[in-house]
């Protein structure tokens, strides 16, 4: 069974129409594949689907059309979400410290974590994880850092 993580701002794609979305749905739509987000993007969903509305100038019916189906992929467990534990965000603390500090790449918090769930599931399952994201930054981080690169199969979504 193949397992796959999501980024927010690759999992936007399964509930917004864009240049990915057809890839995002087929994946998280096949019963063959086990698909995972960190609990931080729960709420981080909410605010890329509010920033897509105001860009397009939808209303509040429209994000909640998108959100309802977001909250039915986790019900129906198409999504399953990885509770962050302590350990992790010491994790997330140190893989700042590291890549936002030592070699200088601009990390957020919310990402480092997203990225060290995305690990010790990884970790967890004794297999590599394959790691959805639009997030160039993120990218550029994660793929210049061994730990990520032992674990994941990184996939930036790119135009």
Do not use: H, P
């Not at 927010?8 to 749905?25: E, K, P």
């Not at 599931?121 to 997030?135: H, Q, R």
């Amino acid at each position: 069974m193949r397992i796959y993580f999501f980024d927010t701002s690759a999992l936007q794609y399964r509930y917004v129409q864009g240049t990915f979305t057809r890839l995002i749905r087929r994946l998280i739509s096949d019963r063959r594949s086990s698909c995972y987000i960190a609990d931080v993007t729960v709420l981080e969903i909410s605010g890329a689907l509010a920033k897509t509305c105001r860009r397009e100038g939808w209303d509040v019916v429209k994000f909640d059309t998108f959100n309802d189906r977001f909250w039915a992929d986790l019900a129906a467990r198409r999504l399953k979400v990885c509770t962050t534990a302590n350990r992790d965000l010491l994790r997330a603390k140190d893989l700042i410290r590291f890549a936002g500090v030592a070699k200088r790449k601009n990390l957020g918090s919310a990402d480092a974590l997203i990225a060290v769930c995305c690990l010790e599931l990884a970790l967890e399952k004794g297999e590599k994880v394959t790691f959805y994201l639009e997030d160039r930054k993120l990218y550029g981080t994660l793929k210049d850092v061994n730990a990520f690169q032992a674990g994941l199969k990184l996939r930036l979504l790119r135009n």
